[in-house]
């Protein structure tokens, strides 16, 4: 027993390690100057809004069938408790501890696509998952691949939480392209061309901008306002605010979804409507099309048939079309991990280029402990206990111990690298930015622990298996 024990913590430790040398190799990338932080911003980019799609669908719509329905929907249930749970986790060590308030983003999201698939690949190389493999799984019964349909269906929810706030954050990996500078001068123009002729009044306080007007001129201030922009709750003031920071805010705010508002309505709308129209406006996000395309498809007899069977079955897509989108699918696996060596070593190299000259800033000893201990043993033991008593006792999660694997690791790992920007463009300080940058560096590079969780679920899934 100590003996079969040994070898699957070793082999787990294995599959974790593979996992951080390929961030590592990332990293080396920046340092040998082969790649830079403008760089990862664009893997980032496609990776999320080009290849997560196509992997989506290809792995949903292959693995879901009108019969199994049922286990997709336990995984968005799961998804919703346990982003709660992480939230008001983060929430309460904020308000409770008095830590920073990016501790919410920091528990709430975890790396749920690249990593976790990374880290499932690897695990079925190393064997350990064969305990989990159904006898009877029938005709193209492929465990790893419905393991990663799982993972997908679990970070669907979590694509659409970051999108919704993202534009708010100036995400890396869900950012939305800013505006320029003149096309905003061009819409304030535009919104003085309107209101033109309506009243003498209103005219008045009007100024034609220039290429010498301020962005943010007492008009249109509030028009403009950063007050929406918090997403997360915070003790903290926002700090003083400079026309560097507010021109930014100004120009992120500035993101009119063209085909519902007009640009003149959009500017007359309060802060409040606004937030609201841009946070489900923004839900409608490549990853979420990608997978309800995908469960149309795996629903449908006829489609499934056509995208996903053999040719001479039927399947006429599934020579060229499905297998081009499996083919640029694959690639999101192992580029986004590279890219979050790349974004964290830039971050760290830059925070502390940044504090050339002052006292060292280390990261906060507390919350650190907090962190690492809510992601690394916290979530192991509430997904394996919860998953472990439903598998049991119930039949809620089903009958695959594949599934119940995949639920038990969903909410565990280190935080997504995309806080890193978030920070950036909030009202926290260099000091906070840099302490961010080395929370999420040190969290990576402990992720090697999970192997204790990896062994823990393994053992959990083959006992209420039996």
């Given at each position: 027993?100590?003996?079969?024990?040994?070898?699957?913590?070793?082999?787990?430790?294995?599959?974790?390690?593979?996992v951080?040398?390929?961030?590592?190799?990332?990293?080396?990338?920046?340092y040998?100057?082969?790649?830079?932080?403008?760089?990862?911003?664009?893997?980032?980019?496609?990776?999320?809004?080009?290849?997560?799609?196509a992997?989506?669908?290809?792995?949903?719509?292959?693995?879901?069938?009108?019969?199994?329905?049922?286990?997709?929907?336990?995984i968005?249930?799961?998804?919703?408790?346990?982003?709660?749970?992480?939230?008001?986790?983060?929430?309460?060590?904020?308000?409770?501890?008095g830590?920073?308030?990016?501790?919410?983003?920091?528990?709430?999201?975890?790396?749920?696509?690249?990593?976790?698939?990374m880290?499932?690949?690897?695990?079925?190389?190393?064997?350990?998952?064969?305990?989990?493999?159904?006898?009877?799984?029938?005709?193209?019964?492929?465990?790893?691949?419905?393991?990663k349909?799982?993972?997908?269906?679990?970070?669907v929810?979590?694509?659409?939480?970051?999108?919704?706030?993202?534009?708010?954050?100036?995400?890396?990996?869900?950012?939305?392209?800013?505006?320029?500078?003149?096309?905003?001068?061009?819409?304030?123009?535009?919104?003085?061309?309107?209101?033109?002729?309506?009243?003498?009044?209103?005219?008045?306080?009007?100024?034609?901008?220039?290429?010498?007007?301020?962005?943010?001129?007492?008009?249109?201030?509030?028009?403009?306002?950063?007050?929406?922009?918090?997403?997360?709750?915070?003790?903290?003031?926002?700090?003083?605010?400079?026309?560097?920071?507010d021109?930014?805010?100004?120009?992120?705010?500035?993101?009119?979804?063209?085909?519902?508002?007009?640009?003149?309505?959009?500017?007359?709308?309060?802060?409040?409507?606004?937030?609201?129209?841009?946070?489900?406006?923004?839900?409608?996000?490549?990853?979420?099309?990608?997978?309800?395309?995908?469960?149309?498809?795996?629903?449908?007899?006829?489609?499934?048939?056509?995208?996903?069977?053999?040719?001479?079955?039927?399947?006429?897509?599934t020579?060229?079309?499905?297998?081009?989108?499996?083919?640029?699918?694959?690639?999101?696996?192992?580029?986004?991990?590279?890219?979050?060596?790349?974004?964290?070593?830039?971050?760290?190299?830059?925070?502390?280029?940044?504090?050339?000259?002052?006292?060292?800033?280390?990261?906060?000893?507390?919350?650190?402990?907090?962190?690492l201990?809510?992601?690394?043993?916290?979530?192991?033991?509430?997904?394996?206990?919860?998953?472990?008593y439903?598998?049991?006792?119930?039949?809620?999660?089903?009958?695959?111990?594949?599934?119940?694997?995949?639920?038990?690791?969903?909410?565990?790992?280190?935080?997504?690298?995309?806080?890193?920007?978030?920070?950036?463009?909030?009202?926290?300080?260099e000091?906070?930015?840099?302490?961010?940058?080395?929370?999420?560096?040190?969290?990576y590079?402990?992720?090697?622990?999970?192997?204790?969780?990896?062994?823990?679920?393994?053992?959990?899934?083959?006992?209420?298996?039996?």
């Amino acid at each position: 027993m100590a003996s079969s024990l040994t070898v699957s913590l070793v082999a787990a430790f294995q599959a974790s390690m593979a996992v951080l040398l390929v961030i590592f190799y990332g990293a080396l990338s920046v340092y040998m100057k082969l790649l830079d932080s403008r760089s990862a911003k664009m893997m980032s980019k496609i990776s999320v809004k080009f290849f997560l799609p196509a992997l989506e669908f290809v792995k949903i719509g292959r693995e879901l069938h009108a019969g199994g329905g049922h286990r997709y929907n336990v995984i968005l249930i799961w998804a919703c408790l346990t982003h709660t749970i992480s939230f008001l986790l983060g929430a309460g060590a904020h308000f409770i501890f008095g830590m920073p308030d990016w501790i919410t983003a920091t528990i709430m999201f975890n790396n749920t696509t690249s990593y976790p698939l990374m880290l499932i690949q690897a695990l079925d190389q190393t064997g350990l998952l064969n305990p989990l493999i159904l006898e009877d799984g029938g005709t193209g019964y492929n465990p790893v691949e419905q393991a990663k349909s799982y993972f997908l269906v679990y970070s669907v929810l979590s694509s659409c939480l970051t999108f919704a706030i993202g534009p708010r954050m100036m995400d890396t990996e869900f950012a939305i392209d800013p505006p320029e500078e003149e096309d905003l001068l061009s819409a304030l123009a535009q919104v003085q061309q309107d209101r033109e002729g309506e009243s003498e009044e209103e005219s008045e306080g009007l100024h034609f901008p220039t290429e010498h007007t301020n962005l943010l001129s007492p008009r249109h201030r509030p028009a403009i306002s950063s007050r929406s922009n918090s997403f997360f709750p915070s003790r903290r003031a926002s700090l003083t605010s400079s026309p560097t920071r507010d021109t930014n805010r100004a120009i992120v705010y500035e993101r009119r979804p063209s085909s519902i508002v007009s640009r003149r309505r959009w500017f007359e709308l309060s802060d409040r409507v606004r937030w609201w129209l841009l946070f489900f406006y923004d839900f409608l996000n490549a990853p979420l099309l990608g997978a309800v395309a995908g469960a149309i498809v795996g629903l449908s007899p006829v489609l499934h048939r056509s995208f996903f069977n053999e040719t001479v079955d039927g399947g006429i897509f599934t020579a060229w079309l499905t297998a081009s989108l499996e083919n640029i699918g694959i690639l999101f696996v192992s580029l986004p991990v590279v890219g979050a060596g790349v974004s964290l070593y830039s971050a760290v190299t830059k925070t502390s280029e940044k504090g050339k000259g002052k006292q060292p800033v280390g990261t906060p000893w507390f919350t650190t402990l907090y962190v690492l201990f809510v992601r690394f043993a916290v979530w192991p033991v509430i997904s394996t206990g919860i998953i472990y008593y439903l598998a049991k006792n119930t039949d809620w999660v089903g009958e695959d111990p594949m599934l119940w694997f995949s639920m038990m690791f969903m909410p565990l790992g280190p935080s997504a690298v995309k806080l890193i920007t978030m920070v950036e463009v909030s009202d926290a300080s260099e000091e906070d930015q840099h302490k961010v940058a080395k929370l999420l560096a040190i969290s990576y590079a402990v992720s090697p622990v999970m192997c204790f969780a990896v062994v823990g679920s393994l053992n959990a899934c083959q006992a209420a298996r039996s």
